[in-house]
């Protein structure tokens, strides 16, 4: 999906360490957004490389922002099916 967007709130980036499927320890950095478009806001992350390279962006720019929308679902520790929806930032371009 493809947006025109103004940044309205950049978070920090985040590393937190988790046991990836081998069970080997591994870093997953994320960084957040909160985009503007319309009356429309989205909340989206950069993950992995691409969070951790992205320096602070002007938030009085128009961007064409790329994301990447998927749903998943999960059991939580009541043993529930639950489903979140994720969007993830794939690529950002000043317009």
Not at 5 to 25: A, D, S, V
Not at 85 to 92: A, E, F, G, P, T
Request: with cysteine.
């Amino acid at each position: 999906m493809e947006i025109i967007c103004r940044i309205k709130e950049e978070q920090p980036l985040t590393e937190r360490e988790y046991t990836n499927r081998n069970g080997m320890p591994e870093k997953f950095a994320s960084k957040g957004f909160i985009l503007q478009s319309g009356p429309e806001t989205i909340f989206c992350e950069m993950v992995q490389d691409q969070a951790r390279s992205c320096g602070t962006l002007d938030k009085n720019y128009y961007y064409k922002a790329q994301l990447q929308i998927t749903a998943r679902d999960w059991e939580d520790n009541n043993h529930q099916k639950r489903w979140e929806n994720r969007i993830v930032l794939k690529s950002l371009a000043v317009l």
